[in-house]
């Protein structure tokens, strides 16, 4: 690994240690009413899956917050449904410098989902980031950012969230 390599990564996860935050696990008779959902690019063709989830979860009464990383925001300028990002929205450490996600790191959220099987750097730092009380993803970090991590083989978005469907209900939350 190049030198300069080594040391991006060095700096990248002394920040992601710092940016990591306990969360206490959630035990309430309310609905999942804030949910956050972090996305690949490919899950936006199974959008409405995630919206299915999140009423069946917090009883219909808001929409989650989506924050989807791709490659090209020309597409998606218009969408108000969701939070697009690209590389050019993050700097070499991996920090999202993206306005509107400023509002999202100010919110604590009842669940995370993070659906990224790739561990995509700006991704795995807004799941560190972000306060939720259950945070959930696909693929574990060496930091341990996640309190339930859905091993699975597909990469079939809708099967995954709703593995993450059946645990959820399993743990009774």
Known sequence: MAPIRRIKNHFYYKDLEKQKRDASPHHSDNPLTKI???LPEDALSVL???HDFTRKWNDGDTNPDIIVLGADKSAFQDRAD???LTKKDVDWKGV???A???GVLEKTYDLLINMDRESRRPLEHLSASVSANIKIGLRETKHKIYDI????ESSDMRKNLWAIDDILTKLQV
């Open 36 to 38: 956050l959902f972090l």
């Open 48 to 50: 409405e899956a995630f």
């Open 82 to 84: 969701f939070i697009y």
């Open 96 to 98: 999202v410098q993206e």
């Open 100 to 102: 509107k996600v400023r």
């Open 149 to 152: 991590l859905v091993e699975t």
